[in-house]
């Protein structure tokens, strides 16, 4: 699943983007990455380990909500029903 948010710009600022990728990975866990800067430079990328995949789609949920909260708006969305 993933999801692409971006901050419109504000005066002479780039756009600001958060990119949340939640993916299994090889030993039954799930990894929920989050990546987050200015639009057309490198991000900070944060990674996250969950054992049920619930859980990792609750935290995903959250972050996307915060995110919408601080003025993201959300760009796309691929993967399970939003």
Not at 47 to 55: G, K, N, V
């Amino acid at each position: 699943m993933r999801i692409y948010l971006q901050l419109p710009p504000i005066e002479n600022k780039a756009p600001r983007f958060c990119h949340l990728h939640l993916q299994e990975d090889l030993l039954d866990g799930w990894n929920l990455l989050r990546e987050q800067g200015n639009q057309g430079s490198a991000g900070r990328v944060s990674r996250y380990h969950y054992e049920h995949h619930d859980q990792a789609i609750e935290a995903l949920t959250k972050l996307k909500d915060d995110a919408i909260k601080k003025g993201y708006k959300m760009v796309f969305a691929e993967g399970e029903s939003q």
